[in-house]
Structure formats: C-alpha cells, structure tokens
C-alpha cells in the first residue's frame, strides 16, 4: 500500500512561482510512476505531468513549458514547479502512482494523495 501527501499549494499572482511537493510512503519502489494532476471546480479530473520509473517525463500541453516535475527516489520525493501561472491553473492538485504503465490518463494510476489548492489571481 502507498500513502502520497500533497503540500506547497498556496495564492499567488499571476506569473508567480509555486513548487508542490508530494511525500510517499510505503512500499514504492523505483519503477513506479509517478504524476501530478489538477481539478478546477467544475471541470473534470485532467493529468498534467508523469515521470516514469525511467526518468522519463510527458506534461500536458497546456502547462508544458511552465511546469516541471521532478522525483528524488531515495527520499520518495515527488515535486512540481510551476512557473509562469495563470489564472486558468487555479485547482485542487492532487499526485499519483502507478505501478504499470505511465502516461497522462487518470485510468492507470492506482494510489492517490488528498490534493492541495492552488489559487492564482489575476
């Protein structure tokens, strides 16, 4: 079993910077995907950014370019910077963890954090 706990949310400005950090616990070992994914009320669930067991890293269009997100396997550390933001990346973030394929639809992965807001004001 995984637990994920989500942290670094906060208001800002548009254009401002925010990092988000999501801590793992349990059995999770370096193969796992890992992502960060984002509700904004009244919308649907949308997967922003994955990182495989690999190193390898996919981000949705709209905030590729302005995030990044990063893993620390020793310290079963997820991260996401977010630079540049907009108004429009105003949501609940929430991270992830699969452990099979890796990818930006919400289907695969298995264990999920609480969330943790993000409001960005124009």
């Known amino acids: 079993q995984v637990q994920l706990m989500e942290s670094g949310g906060g208001s800002v400005q548009a254009g401002g910077s925010l990092t988000l950090s999501c801590a793992a616990s349990?059995?999770?070992?370096?193969?796992?995907?890992l992502g960060w994914s984002r509700q904004a009320p009244g919308k649907e669930r949308e997967e922003v950014a994955a990182i495989d067991g690999d190193g390898k890293i996919i981000y949705a269009d709209s905030v590729k370019g302005r995030f990044s997100i990063f893993k620390d396997n020793a310290k079963k550390l997820l991260l996401l910077q977010m630079d540049s933001l907009e108004p429009e990346d105003t949501a609940t973030y929430y991270c992830?963890?699969?452990?099979?394929?890796?990818?930006?639809?919400?289907?695969?992965?298995?264990?999920w954090g609480q969330g943790t807001q993000v409001t960005v004001s124009s």
């Open positions: 349990g059995y999770m070992d370096r193969s796992y995907c």
């Open positions: 992830a963890a699969s452990r099979g394929r890796c990818g930006l639809d919400q289907i695969l992965y298995t264990y």
